[in-house]
C-alpha cells in the first residue's frame, strides 16, 4: 500500500486540478469480476490474441470469435460497478458541483464492459468500443438490439450480412470520433489519472506520455508497476477499488 505521503500528494494534485483526464484499463474492473487479459489467470492466457482478437483471427473463425465475445457479455451481463467505478463517477460530479464544464472531465476506457457508465459516469470515451454492440460488416448497421448471447454465426437483422462485436481488435484503428475527442481530452487537461492498465497498448498508452510532456501532472493507480510508473508525478501501487475511494 502507498504511504500517507504520496496518497496526500495525489490529493493535493486532484484538488487544484480543473480539467481531468483519467484512463482506465482492465485493472479497473477486476474486482467487478471481470478478467484481465495480461494478469495471471487472465484472458490471454487462455485464448490466442491472434485467434480471438484480430480481424483475420475473425476471418478464419467467427464462431470461435463469437463463442469468446458471448462469453464477455455474460461475464459483463452480471457485474455491478465497484468502488474504484463509483469513486471515477463521484469525481465527475464532484467537479461538474464546482460549475465545471462537462468537458472538464473525460473518462477514456479501454475497456468495453460498460460499468462506467452503469456507476453514473457520463463524458465515458470508449477507446476499444462496447461489448454491448454489434455491427453488420456488410451493412456497417451498429445495432445493441440482440440477445445476450448471440447465434453462432451471428446474422444481421437488417441484410442478413454477418455480425461482428462493435470492439476494436489489434490492427484495427479507433473509431475517428473517438480518439479526436480523446486527443482533444489529453491536449486541454492539467491532470492526468491512469487505472488499472498495464498500458502496453497504443495508442491509449501513450495517452498520459502526452499529457505528461505537455506538463500535466500524471497519478497511477495500479496494483503493480508499468511503463508509466516510472514517469508519473505519483504512483500508487495497490487495488484501484481500495486507493480511488481513498483518493476523494
Ligand atoms: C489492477 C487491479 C486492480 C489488476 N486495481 N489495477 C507501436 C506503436 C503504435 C501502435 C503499435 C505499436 N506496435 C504495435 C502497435 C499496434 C497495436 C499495439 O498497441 N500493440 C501492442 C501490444 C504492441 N495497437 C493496435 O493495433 C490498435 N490500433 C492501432 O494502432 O491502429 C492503427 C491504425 C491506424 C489506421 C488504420 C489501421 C490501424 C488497436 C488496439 C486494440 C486493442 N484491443 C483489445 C481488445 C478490445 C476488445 C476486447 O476487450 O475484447 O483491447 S486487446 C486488450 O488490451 C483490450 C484492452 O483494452 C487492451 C489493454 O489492456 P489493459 O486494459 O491494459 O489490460 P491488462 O490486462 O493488460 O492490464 C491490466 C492492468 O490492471 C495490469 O497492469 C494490472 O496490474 C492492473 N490491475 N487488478 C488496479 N484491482
Ligand atoms: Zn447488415
Given at each position: 500500500?502507498p504511504?500517507?505521503?504520496?496518497?496526500?500528494?495525489?490529493?493535493?494534485?486532484?484538488?487544484?486540478?480543473?480539467?481531468?483526464?483519467?484512463?482506465?484499463?482492465?485493472?479497473?474492473?477486476?474486482?467487478?469480476?471481470?478478467?484481465?487479459f495480461?494478469?495471471?489467470?487472465?484472458?490471454?492466457?487462455?485464448?490466442?490474441?491472434?485467434?480471438?482478437?484480430?480481424?483475420?483471427?475473425?476471418?478464419?473463425?467467427?464462431?470461435?470469435?463469437?463463442?469468446?465475445?458471448?462469453?464477455?457479455?455474460?461475464?459483463?451481463?452480471g457485474?455491478?460497478?465497484?468502488?474504484?467505478?463509483?469513486?471515477?463517477?463521484?469525481?465527475?460530479?464532484?467537479?461538474?458541483?464546482?460549475?465545471?464544464?462537462?468537458?472538464?472531465?473525460?473518462?477514456?476506457?479501454?475497456?468495453?464492459?460498460?460499468?462506467?457508465q452503469?456507476?453514473g459516469s457520463?463524458?465515458?470515451?470508449?477507446?476499444?468500443?462496447?461489448?454491448?454492440?454489434?455491427?453488420?460488416?456488410?451493412?456497417?448497421?451498429?445495432?445493441?438490439?440482440?440477445?445476450?448471447?448471440?447465434?453462432?454465426?451471428?446474422?444481421?437483422?437488417?441484410?442478413?450480412?454477418?455480425?461482428?462485436?462493435?470492439?476494436?481488435?489489434?490492427?484495427?484503428?479507433?473509431?475517428?470520433?473517438?480518439?479526436?475527442?480523446?486527443?482533444a481530452?489529453?491536449a486541454e487537461?492539467?491532470?492526468?489519472?491512469?487505472?488499472?492498465?498495464?498500458?502496453?497498448?497504443q495508442?491509449?498508452?501513450?495517452?498520459?506520455?502526452?499529457?505528461?510532456?505537455?506538463?500535466?501532472p500524471?497519478?497511477?493507480?495500479?496494483?503493480?508497476?508499468?511503463?508509466?510508473?516510472?514517469?508519473?508525478?505519483?504512483?500508487?501501487?495497490?487495488?484501484?477499488?481500495?486507493?480511488?475511494?481513498?483518493?476523494?
Amino acid at each position: 500500500m502507498p504511504s500517507l505521503t504520496s496518497l496526500e500528494k495525489a490529493r493535493a494534485l486532484l484538488k487544484s486540478a480543473r480539467r481531468i483526464c483519467v484512463l482506465t484499463g482492465a485493472g479497473v474492473s477486476a474486482a467487478s469480476g471481470i478478467q484481465t487479459f495480461r494478469d495471471a489467470g487472465g484472458l490471454w492466457e487462455n485464448h490466442s490474441v491472434a485467434e480471438v482478437a484480430t480481424p483475420q483471427g475473425f476471418a478464419d473463425d467467427p464462431a470461435l470469435v463469437w463463442r469468446f465475445y458471448n462469453a464477455r457479455r455474460k461475464a459483463a451481463d452480471g457485474a455491478s460497478p465497484n468502488a474504484a467505478h463509483l469513486a471515477l463517477a463521484r469525481m465527475e460530479l464532484g467537479l461538474r458541483r464546482h460549475g465545471a464544464a462537462r468537458a472538464a472531465f473525460a473518462l477514456l476506457t479501454q475497456n468495453i464492459d460498460g460499468l462506467h457508465q452503469q456507476a453514473g459516469s457520463q463524458n465515458v470515451i470508449e477507446l476499444h468500443g462496447s461489448v454491448w454492440q454489434v455491427r453488420c460488416t456488410d451493412c456497417g448497421e451498429i445495432s445493441e438490439d440482440y440477445p445476450l448471447e448471440l447465434p453462432v454465426p451471428a446474422r444481421c437483422d437488417e441484410c442478413g450480412g454477418r455480425l461482428r462485436p462493435n470492439v476494436v481488435w489489434f490492427g484495427e484503428a479507433l473509431d475517428p470520433a473517438a480518439l479526436q475527442a480523446a486527443e482533444a481530452a489529453v491536449a486541454e487537461c492539467d491532470l492526468f489519472l491512469v487505472v488499472g492498465t498495464s498500458a502496453l497498448v497504443q495508442p491509449a498508452a501513450a495517452f498520459p506520455l502526452l499529457a505528461g510532456r505537455r506538463g500535466a501532472p500524471v497519478i497511477e493507480v495500479n496494483t503493480e508497476l508499468t511503463p508509466i510508473s516510472v514517469f508519473a508525478a505519483v504512483a500508487l501501487k495497490g487495488p484501484a477499488e481500495t486507493l480511488l475511494p481513498q483518493l476523494l
